[in-house]
């Protein structure tokens, strides 16, 4: 693609390119940028913790290749050119040209350019060693960019100190810059590879930055080789932007597959689509599957930030809608216009605390927000009709702290319930559609609460549609008060204690209609509490291990009843565990599975059709999606 990167901030150059970016640091990320609001998110590998790849759970990338007709390098020769001083020391810095050299020759030499051939025959081509291999005549500048790259292949074909593109028939070289360690692009990609005009010829170069070691180097040239070759002009082999959604520019074989990485003969690589196989490979390695993340939304809007609340909604009509908060401390909307596709974020106006608001859905199907203004204040907000527009943001009075809940209870009414500023829980209801006549009502209790402690609260209706409200005690315990009957008429039984040391919660109703409680617990693993019956609490926590990271735990049921649980790991990824089996007991549940991405947020709801769809904001502020191929059922292609 025209840029292509995993990077922070890249931009585009009016000459078209091709960029990728390894990360600096384990695990290794990957993304795609072709502009600054063009960027997608990758599942993260760990290296030397076995092969992951970004799976195909949106459309398949093998009906949207497409061969264009233009050249490909079927012998490459790849030129290796290592600029500035510090390349001289054979010792220093760490790889050692040396060490490139013998990853470059693992990759050229060994089984990953295999693959290839189905791609018009293109071979295993060799290495190039030249008088310029270092080019330590001057210092690369800091930061640097394409043109300073494209200078320094120009003088040294001028200069003869590399092969000219006519010295082999058919334009075989590739122009490979290492840059020292330290020594950054301006826009922020760790490699590239790109064609332009020299003398009338086509000149195919590449380079790479150093990304802290060896790692880095040779995942990133594998890639940038691997596509050079099969579309060194941006008009050989593409995919169409359907292959690869929020993608834009040059779609690659390299693309589709980022973050699908492995060591080939002891060399991290990263594999590259076969269309032969439908898959990605890297050849002779057999690579489990992870799903791939899609981007949703508009950027522009969000004002670069989309990172302190993420709530999902679905309206009468089956919409899912996705609520964050943006730069401006506005809530922020966005749509889905037909599974999977969604629409742009647009702007629900207020000014909000970080992750401090959530959404239900009235009787009449339409949803309405309660969250927390800037004054601590509680508002709410609702569609004037289901999926239709906004009202204005009115006042619900009272001040609270943390996260308000919002439940409709079972006459159909929605109730909100708060920790108000003396950590006492309050609740206030509608007295009819839309109207809430009534007042606050305490229901006590002492809920731990601090400037960094956000106070952790949250209810649930249970099977009979009494409402059950479970909270972080002072003494770090879960703590629990429900209605004596449905709706609260006759009043609520008090203030139990479960017991436990939390840090999160979350909580989910079983096929049976029994509760259930999960937890982080002291030691950062996954907990889970369940009814043995009908508001009985009378069992133990079950421990499924693991080491959830972060602030973001969340909770649901699928279609056919079983449990499932989603949590962000110590590497910032996505994992899951579930039941195996509607209302299997605690013994009869998965492992924690890896579902990839790197993330801050993550929520999950039910569409219209009963698949799960997962939605996540990445760490690089954007809300990216993946869902159930179908009710129930997995993640995969």
Known sequence: MSKEARASNPGKDSTAAKSYETRQLEPVHGGIVAAAHQRRMYSPHVIGAGADRPGQAGPDPGNFLQDNHGPVVTNVHVVLMFWGSAWNDDKKPNPTVLQVFGALASIMGGPYMDGLAQYRGIGHGQIVLVAATRSNTSEPPNPFNDDNIAKLVFDA???????????????????????????????????????????????????????GGIDSISDTVSHEIAEAVTDPEGNSFTFTSEGDPGA??????????????ARLNGVLVQAYWSQTDRACIIPTLNLPPIPRWYRLGNQEITHGILNAGLVLGVDGHGQMHLFARGGNGDVLELRQSGFPTWGDYTSLGGAVLPD????????????????????????????????????????????????????????????????????????????NQLDWGNAWQSLGGKVLTGFFVPPIMDVIPNADGRLEVFVQGTDTALYHNWQNAPNGGTGWFGWQRIGGSISLLSLAKDGSGRLAAFVRGGNSALYMIQQTAALDWGGAYHGFGGALAGSTLSAGTNQDGRMEVFCQGTDNGTY????????AGPNNWSAFQSLGGAIQKVAVARTADGRFELVAIGLDSWAYHLWQTAPSNGWDS
Do not use: M
């Open 157 to 211: 074909i001028d200069a003869g100190a590399v092969p000219d593109p006519d010295d082999l028939p058919g334009n075989q070289y590739l122009y490979t810059v290492f840059l020292p360690p330290g020594v950054n692009p301006t826009n922020g990609a760790g490699g590239e590879h790109t064609s332009r005009s020299h003398n009338g010829k086509n000149v195919h170069f590449a380079w790479v930055t150093h990304g």
């Open 248 to 261: 834009g520019g040059w779609i690659e074989i390299g693309d589709v597959c980022q973050g699908y990485n």
């Open 356 to 431: 401090t608001f959530t959404v239900a859905t009235n009787s009449d199907g339409g949803l309405e927000i309660v969250a927390l203004g800037t004054d601590n204040s509680v508002w709410h907000i609702w569609e004037t009709s289901p999926g239709g527009g906004w009202s204005s943001w009115a006042s619900l009075g009272g001040k609270a702290l943390g996260v308000p809940r919002i439940v409709r209870n079972a006459n159909g009414q929605l109730e909100v319930f708060v920790v108000g500023t003396d950590a006492a829980v309050y609740h206030i209801k509608q007295t």
């Open 576 to 583: 899951h565990v579930w039941q195996n089996a509607p209302n």
